[in-house]
């Protein structure tokens, strides 16, 4: 670890890259740094867990790898692959030119020149910057036998390729693992990583991210936009905003060259923030305005 000495410098990295942390995640960030440890980050989605990984890479100056979890997903689609097609056409070129070497052709088809790397093999191999940043993305979409086959692969840091034999890291990728809880990952697993619950900021902080990720937003506009969110949090909605469509909808009323949010600019930008035609239901009508003086009036002075 060549930056990040300290739980304030870690802070302080992150943040130059535009990603505003408390001190709780600052100091899991930087233990899993010292320690070599897998990060586990659990928490809704859009609330920071997939940028934490993005930020450290910049920061480090590492390569980010990413492993986009999904149902079905197995060891096979997430380490490597043959490419067939120039497998095939190297037999036939053999065919070809006649007196072929069975045995040589063999192991000429499985070398490393037909071989497709997949995020946990290309996580394995060195690289002169230094070991890369691996990021496994929601998890929690994944199968039960992928968790099995995970746990060997983040404890040992090797995978084995049958034709080729075992690929071990000269130096172990920091990891970065993501879940939206859709459902329980097993704890054998959490066991072997530092854990931490990634939550919604605070008024005050998500205020702060506004800042660094919209910093041509006025003062008063991202107050309002950040005290609109939040207050929007607490309805009974089928998917709350994450701090992701905070910033999306900042932008698309820069973009307006919208200075003060009414209920006429929300109804037409409700698309920026809310994800399902059920929520934006809710909010048509009266029920826009009045979550927006309620989040005014939580502006004003006590």
């Given at each position: ?130 070991a890369p940043v691996l990021l496994i993305d929601e998890l929690d979409r994944t199968d039960e036998p992928f968790e099995a086959f995970l ?27 993501t879940s939206n809880r859709t459902r329980e990952v097993h704890d054998a697993l959490k066991r072997r990583c530092l854990y931490h619950w ?105």
């Amino acid at each position: 670890m060549t930056k990040g000495q300290s739980i304030d410098d870690v802070q302080r990295m992150l943040g130059e890259q535009g990603y505003v942390c408390g001190r709780a995640l600052a100091t899991v960030v930087f233990l899993s740094l010292r320690l070599g440890r897998p990060l586990f980050l659990e928490g809704e989605a859009g609330v920071g867990k997939t940028e934490i990984a993005k930020a450290i890479a910049a920061a480090l100056g590492r390569r980010l790898i990413r492993l986009q979890c999904y149902e079905g997903l197995d060891a096979a689609s997430a380490v490597y692959d043959w490419n067939f097609a120039a497998q095939m056409v190297a037999i036939r070129t053999a065919e070809a030119a006649g007196g072929a070497d069975r045995a040589a052709l063999q192991t000429e088809l499985f070398s490393d020149e037909f071989l497709i790397e997949r995020p946990l093999l290309q996580a394995m191999r060195p690289d002169p910057a230094g070991a890369p940043v691996l990021l496994i993305d929601e998890l929690d979409r994944t199968d039960e036998p992928f968790e099995a086959f995970l746990l060997e692969a983040l404890s040992d840091f090797q995978v084995t390729i049958p034709e080729l034999g075992t690929v071990k890291a000269p130096e172990p990728p920091i990891v970065i693992l993501t879940s939206n809880r859709t459902r329980e990952v097993h704890d054998a697993l959490k066991r072997r990583c530092l854990y931490h619950w990634v939550d919604y900021p605070d008024f005050d902080r998500e205020v702060e991210i506004l800042h660094a990720r919209a910093p041509e937003a006025a003062e008063t506009l991202s107050r309002q936009v950040v005290a609109f969110v939040q207050t929007l949090r607490t309805e009974d909605l089928f998917k709350k905003p994450g701090v992701a469509e905070t910033i999306d909808w900042a932008k698309c009323l820069l973009a307006l060259d919208v200075i003060d949010l009414s209920p006429e600019v929300i109804a037409d930008t409700l698309g920026a923030i809310l994800k399902y035609q059920d929520d934006i239901q809710k909010l048509q009508g009266s029920e826009a305005k009045r979550i927006l003086d309620q989040a005014k009036a939580s502006l004003e002075p006590a």
